[in-house]
Every structure is written in structure tokens, then in C-alpha cells.
């Protein structure tokens, strides 16, 4: 089994910032994706941020500039640094992680359980 668990959400003032954590645990082969996404009220969930085991990075066009994806992989842990929000920015974010087990031949996706971003104006 696996699981992920997020923390850094809350609630901040228009421009300033925010850093998400997700860490996973359980039986953990190797990982090879981890990624950010959000969900805002009446909207679809969308990805924000995403990371490959070689660091290559990818950002939803709305935060580049403002947000930056890191990982640590000897902790198995994906960080998200938002900085400059704005309201939009206003979501659950649920973290990623490409995951495979001990005695899989695969990677399967797990999900965080979401952390509420709220940016004030």
C-alpha cells in the first residue's frame, strides 16, 4: 500500500506565497513521475506542475513564473512553491506520484487527499 500525504495549504493575502509538501510512503520500489494538480469550485481538475525522475519540469501556462516543482527522492517527497498568488490560484490542490511497488511490473498513479489553497484579495 501505498499512500500520500500533503500538507501547506491555508489561507494568504493576494501576492504572497505558499510551499506545498507530499510525501509518499509504504512499500515504494521506485517513482518515476510527481505532479500538482488543482481543482477550483465548478471547475475541472487540472495540472499545475509535474516532474519526471530526471527533473524535467512542465507548468500550466497560468502559474509559470510563480510556481516552482521540486522532489527530493531519497525522501519520495514532491514540494510545490507558489509565490505572487492571486484569487485564481483558489483550489484543493491534490498532489501525484507514479508509483510502483515492490513486486509490480508498473507504475500506478496515487493521489493525495487535497489541501485547500485560499488566496485573499
Known amino acids: 500500500q501505498v499512500q500520500l500525504v500533503e500538507s501547506g495549504g491555508g489561507l494568504v493575502l493576494a501576492g504572497g506565497s505558499l510551499r506545498l509538501s507530499c510525501a509518499a510512503s509504504?512499500?515504494?520500489?521506485?517513482?518515476?513521475?510527481m505532479g500538482w494538480y488543482r481543482q477550483a469550485p465548478g471547475k475541472q481538475r487540472e495540472l499545475v506542475a509535474a516532474i519526471s525522475n530526471g527533473g524535467s519540469t512542465n507548468y500550466a501556462d497560468s502559474v509559470k513564473g510563480r510556481f516552482t516543482i521540486s522532489r527530493d527522492s531519497a525522501k519520495n517527497t514532491v514540494y510545490l512553491q507558489m509565490n505572487s498568488l492571486k484569487p485564481e490560484d483558489t483550489a484543493v490542490y491534490y498532489c501525484?506520484?507514479?508509483?510502483?511497488?515492490?513486486?509490480?511490473?508498473?507504475?500506478?498513479?496515487?493521489w493525495g487527499q487535497g489541501t485547500q489553497v485560499t488566496v485573499s484579495s
Open positions: 509504504g512499500t515504494i520500489f521506485s517513482i518515476n513521475y
Open positions: 501525484t506520484q507514479g508509483v510502483r511497488i515492490y513486486g509490480a511490473t508498473w507504475h500506478k498513479d496515487y
